[in-house]
């Protein structure tokens, strides 16, 4: 007895186009590059190189962008792919400022500017003025992030750069004055 077996496969082969998806990320102000931008589509992230540059490679389709960059916000585009193409996705810069308050933590005394908003390039001085009777001991800085360790100068210069050792960008700062009574003459 013989026994005969026939197998048959049939190949089916279907070409897979893919195309390249080149995607420039710059500021929206001043239309420079961003380097070093987060851009992701479908799970893979590439980071943008010194142009803002990246490309995908990517079969027809439509697709949702996310990119993020440190300093601006996080940015979303959908995209269909039918061809090679390239896009430009522009991001905004994050405008950091801290609403600075002053308080007195103890002795007698004032603080001028009693408050102001610290934003870009500022510097803001702040003087620790005693009433007689009482000297200047020591500022604290406090932020949502911690606080200073004490700063023994009579006149405080902050900026932005400053403050975010100590609070996140856009959240209330205290500072606070210490006054320590004064020793007279004997």
């Not at 186009?17 to 102000?29: F, K, N």
């Not at 799970?43 to 990246?54: A, E, H, L, R, Y």
């Amino acid at each position: 007895m013989a026994i005969i077996y026939s197998n048959k496969i049939n190949i089916t082969t279907q070409k897979i186009v893919a195309y390249t998806l080149g995607i420039t990320v710059e500021d929206i102000d001043t239309c420079n590059p961003i380097e070093n931008a987060s851009v992701t589509i479908n799970g893979i992230t590439q980071k943008t190189n010194s142009s803002g540059f990246v490309s995908f490679n990517l079969q027809a389709g439509t697709y949702t962008i996310n990119i993020s960059a440190a300093g601006y916000s996080n940015a979303s585009k959908q995209i269909s792919i039918t061809e090679n193409s390239t896009t430009i996705i522009y991001l905004s810069p994050i405008t950091c400022y801290f609403d600075v308050s002053s308080s007195v933590g103890s002795g007698k005394g004032y603080i001028n500017p009693s408050s102001a908003v610290v934003s870009g390039s500022d510097q803001i001085l702040f003087a620790a003025i005693p009433d007689s009777e009482y000297q200047f001991s020591y500022w604290v800085i406090k932020g949502n992030k911690g606080t200073s360790a004490p700063i023994t100068s009579e006149i405080l210069v902050v900026n932005v750069e400053t403050l975010m050792q100590y609070s996140i960008c856009n959240s209330p700062i205290t500072i606070i004055a210490y006054f320590k009574q004064a020793i007279t003459g004997l």
